[in-house]
DNA sequence: GCCGTTTTCGGCCCGACTGTTTTCAGTCG
């Protein structure tokens, strides 16, 4: 039994008991489901500590439920339900504009239980004669069924489309059309992947400009359109909304267009407790708006402190806006160098000389060129003599250049947690990073976490790369026992990575948040593998940030002189 | 069915858009 499994099961009982008018009881159900689709752990662990009803939104009921299931391997309540409604929600539930209330109706009326039934019945032109439906609703369910699975699915890494959205913004603003426009939703808070771009904007001729909107070159096909609200199919997959609103109502838009949903919920709850109203035109008293021109006077009336958007995850941020105590995370403009690169001298695709003007064009003061170590051969690893021989000439090229070069690598752990260099050439180095490349499927969580221990404590190495190995979408991350980690890292004032690479995003803002409860400082890297790269040190800051992180935690915020100062 | 700075009972976010209605239900975010 899989999360995903379990999840899509409750979904599926929230949606027949909405067929059935159940009040409230829907809501539950998908609530539990979503935690259940992004917990970071497998639910049968958690059932085995006991742990299922902290769970956000799993009580007594629900958790006897998957424990019946996780038992029996069915569950009676979905079985129940499913004898009187043998429909395929689960597919149905990707198609827009196909919610449990239409999916019942087509399967009452003309038998439909699945894709198929349904695409049968549309070509029948048999949809469009059922009460409630008509000719244009059997189009779009039509045109819907088409790209499904494309339109729900699909998220991208923000890394790789924030320098779209940007310019799309851009554009916006140079229309003329608008008074103010400005990025919201997850890319605002720097999600590491994104679903999809919401903008907002203010204009006094809305018509006209959701016309410029739906017209630029980048918009597919238009979803709906109306005044106030725009939503489009954009040609890189993703769908973009555009919001306009009043300039009175800006802040209180962009703050709960921002969300993410869970700290909005709890913002609205917080402003009912005061007797106040919040909506995304403002924040009301008795229906007079008393905030929402900017986010900071709808926070301030609510009796917290503004907060940066990355925060807003609801991980005890609205907590610590009401007690006044948040963090003063890392600024994106403290960052002074990038400290992991590659270059042509191991797998890289630029040249040493075209990675530092690209890093000096950035602004950088820093960066460290970090090639891979003799063991990962793939990568055209370098060895002792190599390592040398690059040396000498990163030295030549500090004594004239203005950005100064830090020398590294990133050093193979080898099966055991030896090291892949002996320690002469390691002496040398500014900058020494563990990694994990290899061997690692054979080996189970204890001898892997060992493995990593060992490296760590061998006061060798400066920093861990990208320490969880995920790969987002493709691999998962290792299993290994991080607390100890992390306790160690501190102990021997090891850093741990933040690998800003959108695949990699690694470590995850989560663990980042709770690493830095433990004492870990952080180093972080692009990764670059070319110039083009250099920018993902934007989306290690953003993780650092999303991590609560403040300038103390981060290793880039030093200059190239305490670097070379801290010990090792 | 869940949950707790309105707390163990009684609420549970709320507004926009669409298509089908002729005042609204369904869906979405």
Sequence with gaps: MSNQELSEMLFDIADMLEIDDVQW????????????????????????????TEIDGVGKSIAGSIEEYIKTGSMKKYKDLKKKYPIDFASFRKIQGMGPKRAYALYKKL??????????AIEDNKVREL????????????????????????????????????????????????????????????????????????????????????????????????????????????????????????GAAMQYFTGNKSHNVKLRKIA???????????????????????????????????????????????????????????????????????????????????????????????????????????????????????????????????????????????????LDLDGSTLGKMDIVIGALHQWTKGQDKKTLTNRVLKAIESGKITTIAHPTGRMIGKREAFDMDYQKIFESCSKNDVFLEIDGFPDRSDLPFDMVKEAKSYGVRFTLGSDSHSIGHLRFIRMATAIARRGWLEKDNVINTLSYKEILKLKR
């Excluded at 979503?34 to 662990?45: M, W």
């Excluded at 000389?353 to 690209?358: D, S, T, V, W």
């Design 111 to 120: 038998k439909v239980r699945d894709l198929d039934d349904l695409r049968k």
């Design 131 to 250: 009460e409630g439906f008509g000719e244009k609703s059997e189009e779009q369910l039509k045109h819907n069924i088409e790209s499904f699975s494309k339109v729900k699915e699909e998220r991208k890494m923000l890394g790789y489309v924030i320098d779209y959205l940007e310019s799309l913004v851009e554009k916006l603003k140079e229309s003329g059309f608008f008074e103010r426009v400005e990025v919201a939703g997850s890319s605002r808070r720097m999600k590491e992947t994104v679903g999809d771009f919401d903008i907002l904007a203010v204009s006094g001729k809305s018509e006209a400009g959701m016309d410029f909107f739906t017209k630029m070159k980048e918009v597919k096909e238009t979803i709906v359109k109306g005044s106030t609200k725009t939503s489009v199919k954009l040609d890189i997959g993703l769908n973009c909304d555009l919001r306009v609103v009043e300039s009175r109502s800006f």
């Design 272 to 418: 009912i407790s005061k007797g106040l109203k919040l909506n995304e035109y403002g924040l009301f008293k008795g229906g007079k708006p008393i905030a929402g021109t900017t986010e900071e006077s709808v926070y301030n009336s609510l009796g917290m402190d503004l907060m940066e958007p990355e925060l807003r995850e609801d991980t005890g941020e609205v907590e610590a806006a009401q007690s006044h105590s948040l963090p003063e995370i890392v600024r994106y403009d403290e960052i002074q160098g990038d400290l992991h690169s590659h270059t042509t001298n191991s797998d890289g695709t630029n040249s040493i000389e075209e990675m530092i003007e690209a890093a000096r064009r950035m602004g950088h003061k820093y960066i460290a060129i970090t090639e891979h170590s003799k063991s990962l051969p793939v990568a055209k690893g370098l060895d002792d003599k190599r390592f040398e021989e690059l040396f000498k000439k990163i030295n030549k090229l500090n004594e004239k250049s203005e950005i100064k070069v830090l020398k590294g690598v990133e050093l193979e752990i080898l099966k055991d947690g030896s």
């Design 25 to 52: 009881e829907p809501r539950a159900y998908r609530k539990a489901a979503l935690s259940i689709a992004t917990l970071p752990v497998d639910v049968k662990q958690l059932y085995e500590k006991g742990k299922l």
